[in-house]
């Protein structure tokens, strides 16, 4: 099955700036959305960003509008969050995740993580001063 694995997370100074990875390993990205997500301690998970396979629909959560951008490589089976403007309230463990998507639909409207199907480990994102 696909495998997800996330890196780029760290600590970084309110206003600085980070860009994570979501690589792929075992089977290429086509056809598959990804979605970036985030857990705060204590919170539920939530949605930051989604992407449909071929990069033409992109959504945000209004939290990060203007400040995160989604992208992807389904040559390099990788997808990105580049992050920007950091606030303190961006701390959180950062997953991303696919789901098989041709049509596409799940990254128009209102984003379901419950549709995604695979999953990655997280990466630890800090911001603090």
């Known amino acids: 099955q696909l495998q997800l694995a996330e890196s780029g997370g760290g600590l970084v100074q309110p206003g600085g700036s980070l860009r994570l990875s979501c690589a792929a390993s075992?089977?290429?990205?086509?056809?598959?959305?990804i979605g970036w997500f985030r857990q705060a301690p204590g919170k539920e998970r939530e949605v930051v960003s989604c992407i449909s396979y071929s990069g033409s629909t992109k959504n945000y959560a209004d939290s990060v509008k203007g400040r995160f951008t989604i992208s992807r490589d389904n040559a390099k089976k990788t997808a990105y969050l580049r992050m920007k403007r950091l606030k303190p309230e961006d701390t959180a463990v950062y997953y991303c995740a696919a789901v098989w998507d041709p049509g596409p639909v799940i990254c128009t409207g209102d984003i379901d993580k419950g549709r995604f199907d695979y999953w990655g480990q997280g990466t630890q994102v800090t911001v603090s001063s």
């Open positions: 075992r089977f290429t990205l086509d056809y598959y959305a």
